[in-house]
Each structure stands twice: as C-alpha cells, then as structure tokens.
C-alpha cells in the first residue's frame, strides 16, 4: 500500500486538516481550486465519507472545480462517478445548476475562455453519459456545438468528438429524429478530416455509427461500421477501448447472424474486463455482461442468458446509486430473457417483476409515450397475456386482461411506426405481437392479417432466409395449424420454418420443438399415420439431440489483439464449412419429404 493510502500518512492528515477548516467555513474555494486536480478530489472524498453533502452538491455546481476533478483516472474516476450519484440523491438539481453555470459562461464574449468550456463540456457530456443521464449529456453538448461552431473549421477533432457523443445518448434516448440528423453531420465531417483524425477518435465515431444503425436494424451497416474499428485493433490501445471494440463488434455480428464470430469476440471481452482495476471497470464490465446475455439470448443459451443478465444486474444495482436509464434497461432485458426461458413452464413472476421494475423506474425518468417505455410495456404485455391464458381465468375476466395486453401493443405499434417507419424490424416485431395476441382472443382473421404483414416486412430488411422471418412463419403455421384448420398452409410454413432454422442454428436447436410437433398434428388431422409417424421419430431425434447438448462455454484463452484478428479471420472461414454443413442437412431433410410423399401416393 502507498503510504499516501494509508489513514495515518502525512498526506492524509493534511487533507483532513484542510478539509476540516473549509467546511467549517465555506472559503477558500480559490485557493483550493489551485490544488492538483487529485488532491481536490481527495478532499472531496473526505466530505463524501463524513457526510457532508450540501458542501458537495455546492461545489459540483462549479464549472472550475468539476473541471479539476472530471480530469482525474482510474480509481478516482470511480469514486468520482459514485460521489456525483450521492450528491444527486441529495440534491437533485445540482446537474441543472451546473448546466445553468455553464451555458451562461458559454454565451459570454470570452473567446480564450471559450477552449476550456469547449473540453469541459465534453468532458462532463461524456460523464453524465457513463452515469445513464442521456438527457442532461445532450444538454451540456448542445452548448458546446454552440461554442465549437463559433470557432468554425478550426476545431474538426473536438466537433467530431461532440458528433459522436451527441449521437450515442441520442441513439440510447430513442430520439431518432435528431439523431439522423447528428447522424448526417458526423459523416460529413468524418468524410474530411478521416485521415487525419486521431485513432482513438476515429474508433469511437466508427463504435458510435455501428450502435446506431445497430439499433434501428440497419445489420449490414452497423458491421460495416464495427469491423472498421476491428481492423485498430492491433494498433496498442488501451484495455478499455479494446473491450469496447469487441464487444460493438460482437453485436453487430449477431445482427448477421454470425454466432461463432459473436461469440468468440465477447468471450474476449470479458476476458481483458479481469485485466481491469476491479471498482473502475465496473460500469464496463456490466456493459459487457449485458452484451453476453444478449448474445446467449440469440444463440439458443436461453437459461445462460438469465444468469448473465442477473450478473449484469447485481453489478449495476452495486454501482448505480440512482435510477437511470441503464439500470431500467438492464431490468427489461432481463425480465424478456425470464419471459423466453420460463414459457414451457408458465412461471412468468421473476419476469414480471422485471418488467414493472424497469416500468417504475422508466417512468420517474420519462414521458410515458416515450418509446423506451412503450419498449418495457411491451414485454411487460407478452408476459401479462401469457398469464391470463394459464390461469383459471373466467372469460370475461381473460378477455379483460387481454384487451390491456392489446392497448399496450397497439401503442407500442404506433410508436415504432413513428420513430422507424413502416419498414422496418422493430415495426414488424410488434405487427408480430399483436398478430399472437389475436390469435388468443380467437380473433383469427385479423392475426393471419398481422402476421402476413410481419413476415412480408421482416423479409424486406432481412431477406427470406433470416431467423426473425423463420419465428414469424412459424407463428403463422400455428395459427392455420390450431385455430384455422388450414393444415395444407400450415404444413408448408412448417416445413420453411425447420429449413431456416437448421440452416443457422443446426438440429439441435429449441424451436423446432414447435414446428416437429406442429406437423404431427398436422398429419393426425389430415389423417396421414406414415407422416405422423416419420416426425414423431424427428421430434425424439430433436429430443435426444437437445439432451446431449454441451453447455456453454464462457471461459476461453486470453488473446493477444493480433491473434484475435488473425482467430476472428478462421472463424469467418469456419462459419460458411458450418453453413454449408447445416444446408446439407436442409437438403437431406427435403429428399426425406419427397421420398415420404412418394410412398404415401
């Protein structure tokens, strides 16, 4: 231990010391602020651990002193970062108070100072973006563009940097009207200064556009984006912004459907998470656990999910000291991880809780039309009509709850039409729910209608072949299998939705539970013994393959950054063999169909 560490040192006697004297009188503030940035902040700590959080909030509305110690690393960032949060309960208007300081020295005719304000408001949007606080980062950016755009050309680098900032908590907000228009800005600005740009700014806007359009759907583009900060990495960065290429790039190699490439680049994400200072790698860390159970989620490992999205939680619940954003958003994706993993067993109450926790606090924080809300309703409503169907429910009493179920996804619907347009996943996700809904309130017409529209749009932006559309044909397959006796539809929609999933997951995969039992009602009903007998042998070959399955493994060799992009470049090669595997397999199952229909001619 550092003997400036230590309770006794000198040097902590004399920060008690000055510490004591400030606080009995509020002075001195200049002189402080001519301290080393590390040792106002040690101060600061005194306060913090002896309570006194007026003389915190007081000094946190200062532009100069927050100046000071936002410049502070590693283990004093996070002390900082847990502060700030304490002072917010305390007083929750000192980030106004601060906005207010600051705009007002911005729009002084002070041009020397006009620098400083310019890093400084960079400095603390970047802050209160770490904190979950979107809405007060793009607050404190606006003013800064304000200041940068005063300066004109004369400072590309810093504007690119308030681009990308302004992009991402825009991007994080749901405020997609503004963020195309970021979105325009950057790239024109990239286009110019892109050669000459500093690395580590060049990675980050190249992170910031792949989550972007990640989150709007657009998969080609958001791994286009990821795999230009992919080819940095070899290029000495720091830990941290090597886990934050990974694990941009690993998402935006789930959107293409390239599970051996996603997961290979999380597993080494959290791999360098453990070469991190343990407190100040703690957002990052639950960032990169939220991003493995959102890969586990996608890739079949329902079960694993959950527990890494409980791991992500109690990291974020330790740290987090308010509501935020982050911490509603972490309780949704666990609540739909609980909902996907718990439906065959139709104990729906963890999920649940879940959703109306990240509901609580969604509201506190946001209008309730605003899409992130509408976000966790939605989950919240395929929850909520799955318990109304298994429960002993009265009719009326059914019917009740799924009319709300119906509000809720209708909202929801509108919404996404409003911030993504018609064309587009998000839009057919819901046309999807509420065609599922209609089909439980034996409203069966308009559930084909819903689910036909799912289907045709989830083909346009995905392409036929792409796992969204194989769950929406499917859906439809079990409303004309169940409910509308359309079983010639139903048997053909079956037989799409078992090529596309054999196509990128393999035989093993949980879905085809569905669809193998779907056609041995199918047959029964069509009166067809040989074809019922030939899937139910399928579904016991499913069944046996299912319990054989490995469990997942999350622990894999620390890389260097040169081998993980030399590994990343097999595993593209690996991913087409197993592709080309898997459609053997398709192609093996329609010589199989062919050879059955021609016996039962």
Same mark, same amino acid.
């Given at each position: ?145 304000? /200041? #940068?755009?005063?300066?004109?050309? @004369?400072? %590309? +680098?810093?504007?690119? $940097?308030?681009?990308?900032? *302004?992009?991402? =908590? ?125 890969? /586990? #989620?996608?890739?079949?490992?329902? @079960?694993? %999910? +959950?527990?890494?999205? $409980?791991?992500?939680?109690? *990291?974020?619940? =330790? ?134 529209? %799912?289907?045709?749009?989830? $083909? ?142």
């Amino acid at each position: 231990m550092s003997p400036h560490c230590r309770p006794g040192s000198l040097y902590n006697q004399a920060i008690r010391a000055v510490a004591k004297e400030y606080a009995l009188e509020y002075r001195c503030r200049r002189e402080l602020l001519i301290l080393p940035n590390h040792v106002l902040l040690d101060i600061y700590k005194y306060y913090y651990h002896n309570s006194h959080l007026c003389l915190l909030s007081k000094e946190f509305s200062c532009i100069h002193a927050i100046d000071k110690v936002l410049q502070t690393k590693g283990e004093r960032k996070s002390f900082l970062l847990l502060c700030y949060q304490e002072v917010l309960i305390h007083d929750i208007k000192v980030t106004e108070t601060l906005y207010k300081t600051f705009s007002e020295s911005a729009f002084l005719d002070n041009e020397p100072a006009d620098i400083d304000l310019i890093r400084l408001g960079l400095g603390i949007s970047g802050f209160l973006k770490e904190l979950g606080l979107f809405a007060s980062s793009l607050k404190f950016l606006e003013v800064t563009e304000h /200041l #940068l755009k005063k300066k004109k050309a @004369k400072l %590309s +680098v810093p504007m690119l $940097e308030c681009y990308y900032l *302004r992009l991402y =908590s825009e991007s994080q907000y749901c405020e997609f009207t503004s963020a195309a228009k970021t979105c325009k800005k950057l790239l024109k600005l990239l286009e110019t200064i892109e050669m000459t740009c500093p690395i580590s700014s060049l990675i980050s806007t190249f992170l910031v556009l792949s989550n972007y359009c990640y989150i709007l759907s657009y998969f080609d583009e958001s791994y286009n984006w990821a795999l230009k900060a992919f080819e940095l990495l070899p290029l000495g960065l720091t830990n941290r912004t090597s886990i934050e290429i990974l694990r941009q790039t690993s998402k935006a190699c789930i959107g293409k459907r390239k599970y051996l490439q996603a997961g290979f680049l999380i597993r080494q994400a959290i791999n360098l998470c453990e070469l991190l200072e343990t407190s100040y790698a703690c957002p990052l860390v639950s960032d990169v656990l939220m991003d493995y159970g959102h890969f /586990l #989620l996608n890739s079949d490992y329902v @079960k694993e %999910s +959950v527990a890494a999205y $409980e791991k992500a939680l109690a *990291r974020r619940r =330790s740290y987090f000291r308010i509501d935020n954003i982050l911490l509603a958003l972490t309780h949704e994706d666990l609540a739909y991880s609980l909902y996907v993993s718990e439906y065959n067993s139709g104990d729906f109450a963890l999920a649940k809780t879940h959703a109306d926790n990240s509901i609580q606090i969604m509201k506190k924080l946001l209008p309730i039309n605003h899409l992130l809300v509408a976000s966790v309703q939605r989950v919240k409503a395929l929850i909520l009509e799955e318990i109304a169907l298994n429960m002993n429910y009265s009719e009326i009493k059914t019917d009740h709850s799924l009319n709300i179920v119906e509000e809720i996804h209708s909202t929801a619907l509108k919404l996404s039409q409003s911030s993504f347009g018609e064309k587009n996943l998000q839009t057919a996700k819901h046309y999807g729910n509420l065609g599922r809904l209609y089909q439980s309130m034996k409203r069966y017409d308009e559930a084909e209608k819903m689910h036909l529209k %799912s289907i045709q749009i989830k $083909e346009d932006v995905l392409g036929p072949d792409d796992y969204e559309v194989g769950l929406s044909v499917g859906h439809l397959a079990s409303l004309y299998n169940y409910h509308m006796k359309k079983y010639t539809e139903a048997e053909q929609l079956y037989f799409r939705s078992i090529e596309i999933n054999m196509k990128l997951f393999g035989p093993a995969y949980s879905g085809l539970e569905y669809d193998y039992r779907g056609l041995i009602n199918v047959y029964c009903k069509l009166s067809e013994p040989s074809k019922c007998l030939f899937y139910s042998l399928k579904y016991q070959d499913w069944k046996t393959l299912r319990d054989n399955i490995k469990p997942v493994d999350d622990k894999e060799p620390l890389l260097t950054t040169q081998e993980i992009v030399a590994k990343f470049s097999v595993f593209e090669q690996e991913q087409q063999e197993l592709y080309e595997e898997r459609m053997l397999l398709v192609e093996e199952f329609r010589q199989q169909r062919e050879d059955l229909k021609a016996k039962c001619i």
